[in-house]
């Protein structure tokens, strides 16, 4: 027997994540004195969420700790479950560390029970969109080893570009310099982050406005899709709905598909701390990362 986990940080919406028999993660957010734990969306107040960032409150995230972590697993070790743990990138949080000591002292427990991480080298649909591809390939009756080394392949095809609205955020997390937020938000640029095969994110361009950075992401997936149609393409937003469905317009009206399976989703608020409101990101199946 064995069981998946994945974690919030994957943002994996509640109710696929329930229908796929997902066990969840919940990571943690704090805003204006109050600790949450992300549950992908299932009563999440994320108008709340934003319009406090909007107003200036300034939210924060943390790690889990290893007695976090014991909580979660020791059920499955217990009972001699396997578990197949689908992680969000290790590059991004010291939560692993805390993680990998609990896991270290369940083995020594347990000593007959498998515990495997696959890193996804994501984060929020970059990080689902291989939970979910991971998991329905599991379901068919794979093992552990093989849906990794599925994995493995699948994740170099995973493409995901975030368009930030506000870059206070990025200065904040360490992303960019005060000047280059202050002279972006002058001129009004669009920074377009890629998420790297590692794992990171970096700054690949930018662009004037909204809306130019709109049409960028579209001629991104009519250059590099990967058997558009076989998996579904993710538009994700930080409280910019509008902006997320004249993106899926337009991706649609570009390839001349109106069949595409297209999700849109809101920002959680664990990401949602460091990209900010008005951030879209878009992620899909492409020739490469």
Not at 144 to 170: G, M, P, Q, S, Y
Request: with cysteine.
């Amino acid at each position: 027997m064995a069981v998946v986990f994945c974690d919030t940080n994957c943002e994996l919406w509640f109710d696929l994540a329930k229908e796929l028999g997902l066990q969840v993660i919940k990571m943690p957010y704090t805003l204006d004195g109050v600790e949450y734990y992300y549950d992908l969306g299932e009563k999440t107040d994320f108008k709340k969420f934003y319009s406090d960032v909007k107003s200036g409150k300034m939210p924060s995230t943390s790690a889990l700790n290893a007695e976090n972590y014991k909580e979660y697993f020791e059920p499955y070790f217990q009972k001699g479950e396997d578990i197949l743990y689908l992680s969000f990138s290790d590059k991004l949080s010291a939560t692993f560390t805390f993680m990998d000591q609990a896991v270290a002292e369940l083995k020594e427990k347990y000593p007959n029970v498998k515990f495997v991480r696959f890193d996804t080298k994501g984060v929020s649909m970059t990080a689902g969109f291989q939970v979910y591809a991971g998991k329905k390939f599991f379901d068919t009756g794979k093992t552990i080893e093989e849906t990794v080394e599925f994995l493995n392949d699948f994740t170099k095809h995973v493409c995901a570009e975030f368009v930030v609205d506000d870059l206070r955020h990025l200065k904040r997390g360490g992303r960019i310099s005060g000047f280059t937020a202050a002279i972006g938000t002058l001129l009004n640029f669009k920074p377009i982050l890629r998420v790297t095969e590692e794992g990171t994110l970096v700054n690949k361009t930018k662009v004037n406005g909204k809306a130019k950075a709109i049409s960028y992401l579209v001629e991104q997936v009519k250059e590099k899709a990967l058997d558009l149609g076989k998996y579904p393409i993710v538009i994700v937003h930080a409280d910019c709905e509008d902006e997320a469905l004249k993106l899926k317009e337009k991706i649609i009206q570009e390839t001349g598909n109106d069949k595409l399976d297209i999700w849109v989703q809101m920002v959680g608020p664990v990401v949602g701390t460091h990209c900010g409101p008005g951030t879209i990101a878009l992620i899909f199946y492409a020739v490469s990362r």
